[in-house]
């Protein structure tokens, strides 16, 4: 989809639903004739002054009808959001209201504006690259603290000005092996060769240490799933409970109580994490629960982590055996339950099933050891890998995608330098390098990839 860029957009910007304030936003060149239109100011005399807040009416121009009281803010271009003159009219939060106005500035001759097309314009007028939009939709999508900080950094630049200087070496690079094939007789030598190498060799290191990121980026992005499994009354649903702080599964002492997987979201130190507890695994008639126990056999395929739980208070049985066979072949972490209880379940005979996943004691009770269980949660989808916010890492595939693109073909490049190939055969490499590092940050775009990308957004962002 194709916006013409020349004309004048308005969308609600606020959220669907009632609140206190809604506002209705205009950008372009006619939006602060077209609020003239509409509105009042209340002070004698007073104007849409740039950045300055001003109270007034708004009004049906054909019937003088009063829609309603607002402040209109006036933020000329090109120091705007969008590049370009925006207003911002702050209504009260009232659908009706809202939709009102927006008709008002829409049959004055504005367009209704498309997902992300206020973004979109201020990635073509130069005010942002296509990284910090991308991060604005990550920021208003976030779902926790750390989301809104990894987020807030790429909307700031931190990857685009990481990425910079090593679009920058790679272009010197290119200049001088262009200047050598222009010039035959300024032939690269070979100790100009070798300083080539080296200097391809940290640009690559430079792109493969943030390729190395992405795996932690993904999971603070889109977070992870988490089976909780085991055998029935072990606890599974208390312990669900606890992790969302709230009671949100039903827990009884009758075996077999949870028939269904429900699946919530919690969070560990910011990272979102979608619980499924599952029916408990044993041989069952009832066709109810059997179903329960072959969605829970589904979950532990789906899930990127799963959570055994068995009963401390109990030996191990048949049942817990059948358990952790079935999640033999996948990332698992192993809760022994009830430790508020004395314990009866020998740890060495887990250990003589299982040999590698983390051990954790913890009572759903009483909340005892969920502190450790977090931290072994956190460690092993971070591949303890010690994450700060503040850190840049790839959280976004699109990105991650170009950058292996990149760095495979300066690899490429570096080996034909390496084995004595011809300056034009590097430079194919160079070049197509330097292009999937512009596509990152939009200095080089594709029509498809920015409708792709904005595509995503909300009307009125």
């Known amino acids: 989809m194709t916006y013409p860029s020349e004309d004048t957009i308005a969308a609600i910007s606020t959220p669907p639903g009632r609140s206190g304030i809604g506002i209705v936003r205009l950008s372009g060149p006619a939006a602060r004739a077209i609020t003239r239109m509409i509105f009042r100011p209340k002070t004698e005399g007073a104007d849409l002054s740039p950045r300055r807040a001003t109270f007034g009416e708004i009004r049906d121009p054909e019937t ?74 990550d920021l208003i999508e976030a779902q926790t603290i750390t989301q809104a900080r990894v987020a807030l950094r790429q909307m700031q630049g931190s990857l685009s000005h990481r990425l910079q200087p090593i679009r920058h070496a790679l272009l010197e690079a290119i200049v001088h092996m262009e200047t050598a094939v222009e010039f035959v007789e300024e032939d690269v030598t070979t100790e100009s060769r070798s300083s080539l190498m080296a200097r391809l060799d940290g640009l690559i290191a430079e792109l493969e240490a943030l390729v190395a990121q992405y795996r932690t980026g993904r999971v603070v992005r889109e977070g992870i799933q988490i089976a909780i499994v085991g055998k029935p009354n072990v606890g599974k649903s208390s312990l669900f409970n606890r992790f969302l702080e709230r009671e949100r599964a039903i827990v009884t002492e009758i075996p077999g109580t949870t028939r269904d997987m429900l699946i919530e979201t919690a969070s560990i130190e910011g990272i979102p994490v979608h ?124 990105h991650y995608r170009l950058i292996v693109a990149a760095c495979e073909r300066l690899q490429q490049a570096r080996r034909a330098l390496g084995e004595g190939y011809s300056e034009e055969v590097a430079l194919v490499g160079l070049h197509d390098a330097l292009r999937h590092l512009g596509e990152i940050t939009g200095e080089v775009t594709i029509e498809d990839i920015l409708n792709q990308i904005f595509s995503t957004f909300c009307i009125g962002k």
């Open 64 to 137: 003088g009808d009063l829609v309603d009281e607002a402040v209109v803010t006036f933020f000329p271009g090109p120091h705007s959001y969008t590049g370009e003159d925006v207003v911002e009219l702050s209504c009260h939060g009232s659908p009706i209201v809202l939709r009102r106005v927006l008709d008002l500035v829409l049959e004055r001759g504005a367009r209704a504006a498309g997902p992300g097309e206020f973004t979109l314009r201020a990635f073509l007028n130069g005010r942002i690259d296509l990284v910090q939009a991308e991060a604005i939709r």
């Open 275 to 398: 619980l499924m507890d599952t029916a408990g695994l044993r041989d069952a008639s009832d066709r109810v629960e059997q179903l329960g126990i072959e969605r829970s056999r589904q979950a532990i395929a789906d899930a990127d982590l799963v959570l055994v739980v068995l009963d401390g208070s109990q030996p191990l049985d048949a049942d817990d055996r059948t358990v952790l066979e079935a999640t033999a072949s996948v990332p698992r972490l192993i809760a022994i339950n009830k430790c508020d209880l004395p314990e009866r379940l020998d740890p060495e005979s887990v250990r003589a099933l299982e040999t590698t996943a983390p051990l954790c004691r913890v009572s759903a009770l009483t909340g005892q050891g969920l502190d450790q269980l977090r931290r072994q949660i956190l460690e092993i989808i971070t591949s303890g890998s010690a994450f700060q916010p503040e850190d840049v890492i790839l959280t976004n595939a699109r």
